[in-house]
Each structure stands twice: as C-alpha cells, then as structure tokens.
C-alpha cells in the first residue's frame, strides 16, 4: 500500500483516512527534477503535505512520475539540502519540523551540478522579477540624500571592480548597491525579500565565471559588471524608473548569460 493518497492525472489512488492525500504532476520534461521538487514544496505550502509526513518511497515516486531513480534522488537530496524533508534511516523520508521553503545553500559541494543550475536559474527569475520593480521605484521615489549613497555604493564597487580580483570580498562591495538601491524603494519587505536573495547568490557561481578566462576576458567581464550597474545609477539619478527597470533586467540577463557559460550549456 501507498505510503499516501496521490491525484495523478486522471487517476485517484485511494488510501486510509489517516494519511494525507497529495497530489502530483508529470514534471515538466526541461527541468525534471526542478519540477519535482517545486510539486512537493507546493504539497507542503498547500497543506497537503504537513510536518512529520512521509513522502512516498522512491519506487513509488518512480512510479507515480515516471522518471528515472536517478531524477528522483536529487530532489530527494535538493529538498534535504533545502531543509524541506529529512530523511531517517530504514524508514524514508519525512517533512521536516524545521521545513523551511527558502533558497538552498548552493554553495553546498554536496548539491548535484544539474539541481545547482536549475535553482540558479529559478534565482535569477526570482531576482529580475523582484529587483525590476525595485529598481523602478528607487528610482521614482529618490532623493539627493539616497542617490548619494547609491553612488557611494557603485564607487566602492566600481573601484573594487577595477582591481580585478577574485575574492570573497566580492559580493560585499556588489551587496552593498544592490541593498542601497532596495532601500530606496521605501518597501521593508523587499529589503527583506532581496536580503534573502543576494544571500542566496553562491560565491561559487562568481569564482566559475572566471576559471579558465584569459587576462582579456576577465578585464572585460569585469567592464561589463561595472557598466551594467552604472547604467542603473544613471537612471535612478534621472528618477526614470522604466530605465531603471530596464537596466536591472539587463544585468539579469547577464547573469543567466553566466550560468549558463559556468555549466558549458549548449
């Protein structure tokens, strides 16, 4: 017998009154394991899944998914890594009491390269979206005080930048623009929501995209960095917020540009 009632498709499987009934989808075909993943945090969010629940066993999931065992592990293993499931030896796998459905450490060395790269992607989604619109009102809302120290902030990375050097300094002098720029939307809860994202920007990720480039390249991309930011400034100094939303989504579009350099995709 299940471990749970599952609604797949057309067919319900019906189960004892005391287990939970979730329901799950086919994933999608691009990003297999991704969709596993978000349908079992969606089980949670919804309440279809609680705390102390047990998650069908892995030749179940085959079964109910279709997709391979391999596909099923790392979601497995990204929602452990997430804090959404803990597993316990000889009984499977249970929704954490300390579940928390925020982004996962993706600089963990355990987290399969494949997963690494989905959850960048969702992140910089995640980021485009949310610092658009950020960007738009800092740039409505500015004043000479904030503007000010959003110069203070790109200066210091500028000057940084221009260093050309790799180090876990880095993401300080990137942060610091990034957060001064959410402040001055006049929104906490972006400021708490974009906290948590830059957060999530794994340091990783920065010291790939410079592995194996020539001295050329990496003055380039360094250029590229800094002109991205300063195109943001410029419009936020102008109080023109589709400029500025523009230019933050151009600097997302690079960064999607990067990983998919760091993972060689085609």
Known sequence: ?????????????????MQPTINLERPRKVTVVQSIIEQIVRQIQTGNLKVGDKLPSERQLIEMLHVSRSSVREALQGLAIMGVIESRAGQGSFVSPKVRLTTPDLNDPSLPATLQRDMLLSLIESRRTIEGEVARLAAERANEPSVARLRDAFEAYRQFAHQQTIDREAPDFHHRFHATLTE??????????????LRAVPWSLRESEFVGEGESDQKELF???????RAILVA???????????????????????????????
């Open 236 to 266: 936020v100094e102008r109080g023109d917020g589709s400029a500025a939303q523009r230019a933050m989504h151009a600097h997302m579009d690079v960064e999607l540009h990067l990983v998919h350099e760091a993972f060689h995709d085609q």
């Open 223 to 229: 250029d590229t960095e800094v002109e991205l930011h």
């Open 1 to 17: 017998m299940l471990g749970c009632g599952i609604h797949f498709g057309p067919t319900v499987k019906q189960v004892s009154a």
């Open 184 to 197: 001055m939307s006049g929104n906490p809860f972006f400021v708490l929501v974009v906290e948590t994202l």
